[in-house]
């Protein structure tokens, strides 16, 4: 059942798919899932890593990588097409509406 489940995750094919020769598929599924609820496969891949790392098989480099990535200015944000007034700079605020309240008073 072991070798349906690798052939199944090599192939990446549907269960259904499993051939008969591994037994049926159903019974290899069960078996996946239940190791893989318990713990079983990360059990097996820790093993399979202390064994290699002991035989120096496996370098443990990290790489960062500190490239900047950009949006485009239509993620950032930017001004929508029509917001923008053709008589003032796109940067300048807009002006104070005042009111009649906001006027000074005649002495």
């Given amino acids: 059942m072991i070798d349906g489940i690798r052939w199944r995750t ?4 549907p269960w259904r798919d499993v051939p008969e020769r591994y037994g ?12 893989q ?26 790489s960062v990588d500190s490239t900047v990535c950009r949006a485009h200015q239509h993620a950032a944000g930017a001004r929508k097409k029509g917001i923008c007034s053709a008589s003032r700079p796109a940067g300048s605020t807009p002006s104070r509406t005042t009111m009649a309240s906001d006027a000074p008073e005649a002495a």
């Fill in 37 to 62: 609820r318990d713990g079983t496969w990360k059990r097996i891949l820790e093993q399979l890593q202390v064994r290699a790392d002991a035989q120096g098989l496996i370098t443990w480099d990290v």
């Fill in 10 to 13: 090599r192939a990446g094919t």
């Fill in 24 to 35: 049926p598929w159903d019974r290899i599924y069960d078996l996946f899932r239940r190791w």
